[in-house]
């Protein structure tokens, strides 16, 4: 059954992760599938190799790429289901619903494994899955509205017909009430300012190594794991496009931040600011995969948030 009522913000931007999480993930896979078995893929294992010798797992390069590629082609209808799944829980589709939960947990902890940035993913997932189920979910996949109308008491026998009242004194003119915030705006804003801290902060720190602690930078990525894989002048030339990309990110940084702050004050500019703000971050966020995964998903959410009608119609009585 399709729920007819409103969708709530929080399945919306559940949905939308998931599914974002799932596409990307597709699209990586099939690319590194069809260059399976490259020098360069074999490049990059060697550290993987080491480390499950020195664990006691005795294993060749031909038998792990072979292990790695049947666990790849499994992963292949388990990220497309996730993704279907994930497009009909946001139509309001219960089984969808129990689907795309079940699946975004076991994606996060296979995630988990992958470092840093497979902890915030799996974070990420765990929270979509929790969302799916939070209590405006539940009313909406239960075809309930989100808030209860009060009951009306019958009346026992017939009707009694009542003598016209007086006509009351005219009351004073009142102005017409503003409205409340709707949720969609508190989301789309809080979603903004939190992204844009967050990014910020990353470029800072980022520019701060970059300026005072290059040389010793360059020292730990060369001893690191990849380091054999490297040269020093690929570190460099990374870390100099990396610097570039940090010097975007801080005006892009501060647009969503000051677009955020005034869509929250009601202000007209707000959400064009807010629709730029996510369209230029999502690019930024494909040239800095998987790592820009968060920035996909965040503006993605901001843009569905944006659109919605509830939006349009608070900013319209401006």
Known sequence: MVSKQPRPSVVTL???????????????????????GTVEMQDQLKPALRQLDAAGFEMTMTELLRVLRWVGLGMIPL???ALVCSIYALRGDRPSRVAAAALAVGAGVISLPLGVFGLLQ?????IA???????????WYRGEPATAL?????????????????????????SPPTGSRPTSV???????????????????????????????????????????????????????????VCWAVLPLAATG????VALLARLRIGRPALIFWAWASALVGLLMLPLGLLAIAAS???VVLLRRDDVRSWLSTL
Do not use: C, H, K
Request: hydrophobic share 55%; charged share 10%.
């Open 129 to 139: 899955a929790a969302a799916l189920w939070s209590p405006d979910a539940n009313r």
């Open 257 to 260: 931040l000051l677009g955020g």
């Open 14 to 36: 559940a949905g939308v992760f998931i599914a974002i999480t799932a596409f990307l993930s597709l699209t990586q896979l099939a690319s590194a599938l069809t260059s399976w």
């Open 122 to 126: 799996a974070t990420m997932l765990f």
């Open 79 to 81: 990220l497309v289901a």
């Open 300 to 302: 993605v959410a901001v």
């Open 186 to 244: 508190v989301t789309a804003g809080v979603v903004a300012i939190a992204g844009s801290f967050f990014a910020a902060g990353l470029a800072v720190i980022y520019l701060l190594v970059y300026t005072f602690q290059r040389e010793t930078q360059i020292e730990a990525i060369l001893r690191g794991p990849f380091g054999d894989l490297l040269t020093r002048a690929d570190v460099e030339a990374g870390m100099r496009i990396a610097s570039w």
């Open 150 to 174: 009060p009951a009306q008491s019958p009346v026992d026998g017939p009707v009694q017909a009542t003598p016209p009242a007086p006509p009351a004194p005219a009351a004073p003119p009142v």
